[in-house]
């Protein structure tokens, strides 16, 4: 069985989340939020980074933290369902724009507009800094434009079958989206991809999750949106 510490509204934690799904593997949640790790959490790591996974299978109990190092795991040990695609060249175009998307979102959009939309909902902070709104959502139109123009050529990021990338990118995108943050109207084709992606089976965990005191923008779960 697996355990799986994270945080709704985190999109490391919904990318483990994914891909766990999409694999079809079993999966108990427990809310660790960022701010406040629950005591379980503190005494796998000193200084956890995003999501941790407790897996008791069949190479014993294994502890991984972060998105790659879980996700590289559960790809070694869970075959069936892949999320890296088969030729060599694929997957390391999908692991190259699996660590593009994180790394922009985390390093210019999450930590402006996400965070700021956290801690009005949650934590109940003062006014939002709307220049680091601003700043946000510049970063996020430069994100989206290259997104859009790679489900221009493709019906997936990295081709014709679902890789990581979609999921990373999913994650992060679901987290701005809940807020109604994302500008769709102005990416019609990753529009277009991103219904397709959470209309999966392996979203609907995520487009039930809500945040006490913050509902979602009226087309978070709408899969024709």
Same mark, same amino acid.
Not at 52 to 67: E, P, S, W, Y
Not at 83 to 106: H, I, K, Q, S, T
């Given at each position: ?25 079993? %999966?108990?949640?427990? +809310? ?8 379980? &959490?503190?005494?796998?790591? #000193? @200084? ?16 991984? @933290?972060?998105?790659?190092a879980i996700i590289e795991f559960l790809e ?6 892949? +999320? ?6 694929? *997957? ?8 593009? +998307?994180?790394?922009? %979102?985390?390093?210019?959009? $999450? ?10 909902? &949650?934590? /109940? =902070? ?7 709104? /601003? /700043? ?11 997104? @859009? ?5 493709? #019906? ?15 994650? $992060? ?8 943050? &994302?500008?769709?109207?102005? +990416? ?6 991103? #219904? *397709?992606?959470?209309? *999966?089976?392996? %979203? *609907? ?11 979602? =923008? ?6 024709? %949106?």
């Amino acid at each position: 069985m697996r355990k799986l510490y994270h945080w709704p509204l985190d999109p490391a934690s919904r990318l483990v989340r994914l891909v766990l799904a999409e694999k079809q593997l079993e %999966f108990e949640l427990v +809310v660790s939020p960022p701010w406040k790790p629950v005591d379980e &959490v503190t005494r796998l790591y #000193s @200084n956890p980074v995003g999501p941790i996974l407790v897996d008791q299978g069949k190479h014993g109990r294994i502890v991984a @933290n972060h998105t790659h190092a879980i996700i590289e795991f559960l790809e070694e040990t869970y075959p069936d369902v892949r +999320v890296l695609p088969a030729l060599a060249g694929d *997957r390391a175009e999908a692991r190259r724009l699996w660590r593009w +998307v994180e790394n922009r %979102f985390e390093s210019e959009i $999450n930590g402006s507009i996400l965070a700021e939309r956290i801690a009005q909902a &949650v934590q /109940r =902070a003062s006014a939002p800094d709307s220049a680091l709104l /601003r /700043r946000g959502a510049h970063a996020l139109r430069g994100v989206l434009t290259y997104l @859009n123009a790679l489900c221009e050529e493709h #019906s997936y990021l990295t081709g014709r079958v679902l890789s990581v990338a979609d999921l990373a990118a999913a994650a $992060n995108l679901s987290a701005l989206d809940y807020f109604g943050d &994302v500008p769709w109207d102005n +990416v019609p084709d990753l529009r277009e991809w991103y #219904s *397709r992606v959470k209309s *999966r089976p392996c %979203f *609907r965990g995520l487009l039930k999750d809500r945040l006490s005191g913050a509902k979602p =923008a009226s087309h978070y779960d709408d899969l024709d %949106f």
